[in-house]
Antibody, heavy 122, light 107 residues
Framework: QVQLHQWGAGLVRPSETLSLTCAVS????????YSWIRQSPGKGLEWIGD???????TYNPSLESRVTISVDTSKSQFSLRLSSVTAADTAFYYC????????????????WGQGTLVTVSS | DIQMTQSPSSLSASVGDRVTITCRAS??????LNWYQQKPGKAPNLVIF???RLQSGVPSRFSGSGSGTDFTLTINGLQPEDFATYFC?????????FGQGTRLEIK
């Protein structure tokens, strides 16, 4: 059974960079893309971006100027960096595997990591 | 961005009831619509994908239907473990967006 486990700093100072990592275990890392999604009371669930195994990434335009999602296939891990954070970036952050039946077909997020509450505060 | 609107925002029901949650998209999604269940303090969990396909391990009392802009999630015979918040999500075009959620509470 595939599991995603994530970790990273839970408190980040304003203007600094949020950094989280997610490790995939219990199944093949190859053949999938991976996503970061966040959830806050004010904005609900928000897709941040995807990365595939070549390192090619797609980002939400609302965050694109500040986001980097990278992959390390040798470790079955992928990471999120969000720069210049403000209080508006305070949220639960989730990693998730992207599943799709065929290239360019419909896709869904399954499974998800356990979530990390990241608070932006001085 | 595609806007996803769920209704109702909250719903009270009893064990054994049949409930339906609706999700409407601001443009056609074909069948690129997924449903997730989230319990307090936990990550969302996939219930239905591609509008009507039941995720492995999810009880058959859950079903999904719809295409285009209008979709429904139905639970036939509510069980205590079904009381949670449900979200729809479109994967038709990036940025992939979610509904605001429907909180299903015990009456």
């Amino acid at each position: 059974q595939v599991q995603l486990h994530q970790w990273g700093a839970g408190l980040v100072r304003p203007s600094e960079t949020l950094s989280l990592t997610c490790a995939v275990s219990g199944g093949s890392f190859i053949g999938y893309s991976y996503s970061w999604i966040r959830q806050s009371p004010g904005k609900g669930l928000e897709w941040i971006g995807d990365v595939d195994q070549t390192g090619s990434s797609t980002y939400n335009p609302s965050l694109e100027s500040r986001v980097t999602i990278s992959v390390d296939t040798s470790k079955s891990q992928f990471s999120l960096r969000l720069s210049s954070v403000t209080a508006a970036d305070t949220a639960f952050y989730y990693c998730a595997r992207v599943v799709r039946n065929w290239s360019n077909g419909p896709k869904w997020f399954d499974p998800w990591g356990q979530g990390t509450l990241v608070t932006v505060s001085s | 961005d595609i806007q996803m609107t769920q209704s109702p925002s909250s719903l009270s029901a009893s064990v054994g009831d049949r409930v339906t949650i609706t999700c409407r998209a601001s443009q056609s999604l074909s069948s690129y619509l997924n449903w997730y269940q989230q319990k307090p303090g936990k990550a969302p969990n996939l219930v239905i994908f591609v509008a009507s396909r039941l995720q492995s391990g999810v009880p058959s009392r859950f079903s999904g239907s719809g295409s285009g802009t209008d979709f429904t999630l139905t639970i036939n015979g509510l069980q205590p473990e079904d009381f949670a918040t449900y979200f729809c999500q479109q994967s038709y075009s990036a940025p992939y967006t979610f509904g605001q959620g429907t909180r299903l509470e015990i009456k």
